[in-house]
Structure formats: structure tokens, C-alpha cells
């Protein structure tokens, strides 16, 4: 891959590639070598080359203006219901290439207070331009405050062309490619100021049939639809299909396990292996599933059993349990996180010795597998510990 960004006042350039080469294969007894070969990979490159507003309309009522390199612009006096087009000049270099564009707030802040916003109660040092101004790519709208960080697609740019590419903007809300106001109150954006980020991302089309704009944003967050307790015993409603924990241990004499997973962890369906915990210390734990087979580690300790299939309507319950008597034991679960996207919320802690604390995740299509992610902390205080006491449970139920 090559890539080069250029970062501008609402406005940033992004651009990847990739090289693909052949292999060469020998038959019979032959030998031929072709020596001094060169392989140049090739790049995709776009440049900035104008900046312009409604076609540069010198009657510019929003007072847009533009710095003296091109590489950025601003808008000095918005109202509600303005709108127009912001338009780019983008030379692309020697591979036609997919084009998306992101609009991403940078900052904001009150630029100096008036009544109606003190009227409101609102205190706050920064603005709220940003969930009153939409920005439309390509017919794709919605409000900076909602669509920030979203990439959307400009379609594909001509190698060796000077595109003209552009973004619309409305101080109100999109219907269709037409400026509303909406039932909001204005009046508390007066004098706001904001700054963002517009970005374009380049790819090669050229072997990279199945790119999608949207494959470069952030995984959505995964909202539990049950969560944080308490949850009387281990066991979640449905029936267990299989299940990871975790629990107190030390690696002892006993062979007692401290990592477990299986169908049931508590028979001899199941895989284990030790763990030595320390009291207080964060360690990181996965759980990955791969449609048959179930791998739990934690700290780069592992232990996989075949499970067999869940259905895609399975439900993965995520539980932490403390069920020990020592005032300061605890166990806590940080920066969960399934596939990717941060699980909400994306810490859990239990120091209640009546109960458990928990996640239910219910929509996931957990057929074709999953990976779970997090960190682990036990915390104990003396002699109150025992197998199982602080643990963590990952159940599939159906």
C-alpha cells in the first residue's frame, strides 16, 4: 500500500494502493532465469488544486473565504436555512481509483454568549453549530453532529483526470437536496464556531472489486439489551450451549484449572488449562469462536473444545462475579469489545457477594462466530478465595 494525507481546515486528502505481481513456475527439467527485472508498484495520487463556493459568487452572503495556499476555507456568517456547494478541483494520478469524502468536527465553542442560550441554562464552553449544520456527499446527508467520521462515496475518479468533486452544507436539515429548518431552537447557535476536517480517501479500482466506502468506518457500538444486574446466580435464561471462565486460582498443586471452556465448564466436557493470577493486575482475555470450535485465552494462556454450531438468534451473556465474602475482593471486566466495536458499556465490575453483574448481547448473528475481547482484573484481600471465587463467565445461550 501507498498512501499520503493532506490535512487541511475542513479539508484532508487520503490515498492507498497496492502492487500485485505474478509468480513463474518450472516444467520438466528446464531451467530459464530472467535476471535484472524491475517491479515499480504504481501509486494513486490526488491533489488539491482549487477550493471554490457556489461558483465563487462575489455577492458570497455567508462569508466564505479561502487562506492564500487553497488548503482550507471558512464561513464567517451563517444563518438557518443557508446552504450551498463547496467545490474541489482533484487531480488523480496514474490509477483510477474509488473516491470518498468524511466530514469530522474538530472543535467547538461558544464564540460569546447571548440570552437566548442563557435562557436556556446552557453553561457549557462548547457550541452546538454542530447539530444544526448538514452536510450532503453524493445524496448521502446528515447532520455533522450524527455523521461525523462517516465515509460516503463520491464514486470512482478517471486515472490521470482532473476531477471536480463537491460537498453540499445546509444550516437546518436535508430533505431530499432541499434546506429545512427543523422544529429545533436556533437561536442557541448564534455566534457558535466550529472546525472540521473534510476528507477524501482514494483506493485503486484496478484487483479490488468489493470496495466499499462504508468498509472504512468505525465499527457501530454493540448496545446489550439487558445489562449490569444484578443477576441471581450464573445462569442467564435460555439454555447454556457452551460457555468460557475464568476463575481464582494460582496454578496449584491440586491441578485445579483456572481457564476452562467447553459445552459445560463444570463437567468433563470441556478443555482447561491454568492461569496464575495477581491480585489487582490487569490482563487481556479473547474468547474467539469460529462456527465450531471455541478458544479462550487469557494472558496467552488457551484452552479450545469443539462446541458445535449456535443459532443465529443465540444470545451471548457476558458475566462477572465476585461470590466471595472479602471486603475488597472484586472482579472487573474493561474494554470489551465484539468484532471490533466497543461493547456498551465497555466496563463491568462486581464486588457484591449476593450476586452477579452482567451484559446480555442480543444482537449478534453469533452463527458464523465471534470474537470477544476485554481485559480482566481479580482483586483479592485474603483468604476468602477459592476456585471460581472471583470469576468471569462468556455464556452462549440460546
Known sequence: MNAKRIVMSLGTLVFATAVVAGGTGAFFSDTETSAGNVFTAGSVTLELTDITHNGNNPDDLVGFTTSQNGLSFSFSDL??????????????????????AMAEETGSSENGRVDPELALGDTGPDGELGEFLSFSFNGQTGTLADASGQWASLGT?????????????????YNGSVCELGTEDYNIT???RLT???????EQVRNNPDFECSDLNEPAPVDPVDAE??????????????QAEGRFG?????GDWEIGVGTNTQTANQDNTNNIWVSGAAVPFTVVYDGVNATFTVNGNSATYAVGAVTSAADLNIIAGKVSSGAGDSVALAN?????????????????????????VSSEDLSGGF?????????WTGGTTSGSRPAFQVQVRD
Open 190 to 192: 448564534q455566534t457558535d
Open 336 to 360: 470489551l469489545e465484539l468484532d471490533g466495536a466497543p461493547v456498551n458499556p465497555v466496563a463491568l465490575t462486581d464486588t457484591d457477594d449476593t450476586d452477579a453483574q452482567y451484559l446480555v
Open 157 to 173: 475518479v478517471d486515472a490521470n483526470d482532473t476531477g471536480n468533486s463537491s460537498f453540499g452544507y445546509c444550516f437546518g436539515e
Open 229 to 242: 444486574g444484578p443477576f441471581d446466580g450464573w445462569n442467564g435464561p435460555g439454555a447454556l450451549i457452551w
Open 79 to 100: 444563518k438557518p436555512l443557508d446552504a450551498g456547494n463547496v467545490t474541489f478541483d482533484l487531480q488523480n494520478g496514474a490509477n483510477e481509483a474509488y473516491l470518498c
Open 371 to 379: 470474537t470477544l475481547t476485554g481485559d480482566v482484573t481479580f482483586t
Open 196 to 202: 472540521a476536517n473534510v476528507t477524501f480517501y482514494a
Open 250 to 254: 494460582n496454578n496449584d498443586a491440586s
